[in-house]
Structures are given as structure tokens and as C-alpha cells.
């Protein structure tokens, strides 16, 4: 009988339970270091597993994951709001380290997702950076707000502004710092530089956008489709209908990457006034009866859609063969 593992993953411990035959093992528990790791590939090995599930929750889980993969063994990387979804579907309300463990085991072995396989070193390290400055860039754009609000009140000592004055001053300083790094390893990487020039092809993508967007498309596996990168990213659309008293309206998901959705709004409001495509595709939603919201979303939607296209393909990006043929019942 196959043996499936469930790992719980938390700041400072790693807990595993083995499922086989329907009988789950007792609960183990290793230390999130080196040791630790090194500990848990042991009984792995030992236990032979056909499949390593656990949950692409916070930042914890993804060295574990490459140093798994790494050592030879299968790891599946799973949504959290799927794994919601099958905890509630097993009438299961309580909830620790041990209880997850078993259900993610159980999970592995009952819907057998797809094995994880990690991107290399360099698209590691651009999505580590790339997120890195997103961080920062949220940082300066609080600073910015409450320098706003302390000019705004007479009463505000001077050193208060001059301090907040230094501070956003030190955060350019890092972001403009980082985004140099992630160029410098963009040079290292011809590939990546190459996708990275078919991204700024783009109207309202500069190089700011650019970085955001492909140090997130990079680490994801070729084989995804459209769909698939759309639920990604948040941006598919959930409808909620039931019978003939429940039809709300649609709405976008937002269970996907939010790095990749806020790196998407910009470029988006700048190709609606810039890309006469875009435009036009934006200006026939709105005209159809759509909000300005739901019509840029949409546009975000075909945008993302094209540039995972683009990286694909190698080939630069054109909204003329993107939105030439795309069907408005579909937006």
C-alpha cells in the first residue's frame, strides 16, 4: 500500500504524519533548521513516500520545499483555500499542527495533486527581491501618507517631517538598491533578461512593473494554462447563483497572489488611455453596461493572460493579437 505524508509547517517546527492503509501514524515533530530538515529527509527516505503534501501558507514553506525536492523526495505544494475547502468537506472543526498533518496526508492521497518541481537559483532569488521591494514600496507609500498628515496639522514639530523626511528618503534608497540587484541578476541570466525585454514591450509596463510581474510568472511551471494563471493571481471571476431566489453578482476571487494582482492595477490604467487595443476592449465592457472596475479587471485579466503567452512562447508581447479576437462574453 502507498504511503502519502502530510507536513504541517510553522515558524519553528515542521510536524508529519504518514498515512497508509487509511491508518495514520502518530504525530512527529522536527525543528524549521538545517538539523531538523536533515532529521525529517531521514524518516522520509525510511518511510518512502509516494507523495509529500503540504500547504503554500506564509514564507516558511518554500525552503523546505526545494530542500525536499532537492533530496530526491515528491512534493506536492497546495493551495490553502483547496485544503480549506477539503477540511470542511471532512466535517473537520477542530484544528492543530497534529489534526493538519493527517488531513494533508490524507488530502494527498484521496485527490493527488500534481508534483511540485522548484525553479532554479536565479528565479528564486528575482521573486525573493521582487517581493522584497513590493514590501517596501507599500512602506513608502504609508510613510508618503503620514508626512501628508503631519504637514497638514500646524502643531506638527518640525522634527517630526524631517524625521519622516529621512525615513522615506532611506526607503528609495533600498528599493532603488534592490531593483539594481534584480537587474544585475537579470544580466547574470540571459533567459530571464530576454523575457524580461518581451515584458517591457508592453505599453504601461515599465521597469518597475516589469520586475513585479516576472519575478512572480517565473517560479510557476510552464504547463499552466490562462485559466490557471487567472486563478493564480485572484483574477478569475466566482459566480454565486442557486436556484431562483441566489444570484449575486460576479466578483473576482482574490484567493491568488496578491503580489502579481497589484502589480497587474498599474499597467492596466495605463494601457486603457495608451493601448488603443486595450481601449478599445476596456471602452466596449464599459458600454455593454459593465463598471469601470469590472471593465479594467478584465483588462487586467487578458493582460496577465498575454504576458504569461509572451514568456511562453519567447516571444515580446502584442496587444493586437490578444484582444483582436477576444470574446466579450468571456470577460
Same mark, same amino acid.
Not at 525536499?68 to 472543526?93: C, D, M, W, Y
Not at 517630526?160 to 534608497?173: V, Y
Not at 534592490?178 to 530576454?194: C, G, K, S, T, V
Not at 509572451?310 to 502584442?318: A, E, G, H, I, S
Given at each position: ?169 532611506? #526607503?528609495? $534608497? @533600498?528599493?532603488?538598491? %534592490?531593483?539594481? =540587484?534584480?537587474?544585475?541578476?537579470? &544580466?547574470? +541570466?540571459?533567459? #530571464?533578461? $530576454? @523575457?524580461?525585454?518581451? %515584458?517591457?514591450? =508592453?505599453?504601461?509596463?515599465?521597469? &518597475?512593473? +516589469? ?8 517560479? %510557476? ?111
Amino acid at each position: 500500500m502507498s504511503v502519502y505524508a502530510g507536513l504541517d509547517i510553522g515558524a519553528y517546527s515542521v510536524d508529519l504524519v504518514t498515512r497508509q492503509a487509511d491508518k495514520p501514524s502518530k504525530a512527529k515533530r522536527y525543528k524549521q533548521t538545517s538539523d531538523g530538515h536533515n532529521a525529517l529527509i531521514a524518516q522520509l527516505k525510511k518511510s518512502k513516500p509516494a507523495l509529500i503534501v503540504m500547504e503554500a501558507t506564509g514564507i516558511y514553506y518554500f525552503d523546505l520545499a526545494v530542500t525536499l525536492a532537492e533530496a530526491g523526495l515528491p512534493v506536492a505544494v497546495i493551495n490553502p483555500k483547496s485544503f480549506r475547502h477539503f477540511a470542511e468537506l471532512k466535517l473537520q472543526t477542530s484544528k492543530t499542527d497534529a489534526i493538519d498533518s493527517e488531513l494533508l496526508a490524507e488530502y494527498g492521497q484521496r485527490m493527488a495533486p500534481a508534483p511540485w518541481t522548484p525553479p532554479d537559483h536565479h528565479h528564486q532569488a528575482l521573486r525573493s527581491l521582487g517581493r522584497q521591494i513590493n514590501r517596501l514600496v507599500g512602506c513608502r507609500a504609508q510613510a508618503k501618507n503620514r508626512l501628508h498628515a503631519l504637514k497638514a496639522t500646524r502643531s506638527t514639530p518640525g522634527l517630526l517631517i524631517e524625521d519622516e523626511q529621512d525615513g522615506i528618503a532611506m #526607503l528609495e $534608497r @533600498r528599493i532603488d538598491r %534592490l531593483r539594481q =540587484a534584480a537587474l544585475d541578476l537579470l &544580466a547574470e +541570466a540571459p533567459a #530571464l533578461q $530576454r @523575457r524580461y525585454q518581451h %515584458l517591457l514591450a =508592453a505599453k504601461g509596463i515599465g521597469e &518597475a512593473s +516589469a520586475l513585479s510581474i516576472l519575478a512572480e510568472l517565473c517560479v %510557476l511551471p510552464t504547463s499552466l494554462k490562462s485559466g490557471q494563471i487567472s486563478r493564480h493571481a485572484g483574477l478569475d471571476v466566482r459566480q454565486h447563483q442557486s436556484g431562483t431566489s441566489v444570484n449575486r453578482p460576479a466578483r473576482i476571487s482574490k484567493a491568488g497572489n496578491v503580489y502579481l494582482r497589484s502589480a497587474l492595477y498599474m499597467p492596466a490604467l495605463s494601457a486603457v488611455r495608451y493601448d488603443p487595443h486595450a481601449k478599445a476592449f476596456y471602452e466596449a465592457l464599459v458600454a455593454r453596461g459593465k463598471k469601470k472596475i469590472q471593465a479594467l479587471v478584465a483588462v487586467m485579466r487578458k493582460y496577465l493572460t498575454g504576458l504569461w503567452a509572451c514568456l511562453k512562447t519567447d516571444t515580446p508581447f502584442d496587444s493586437a493579437r490578444l484582444f483582436q479576437t477576444a470574446g466579450l462574453q468571456n470577460a
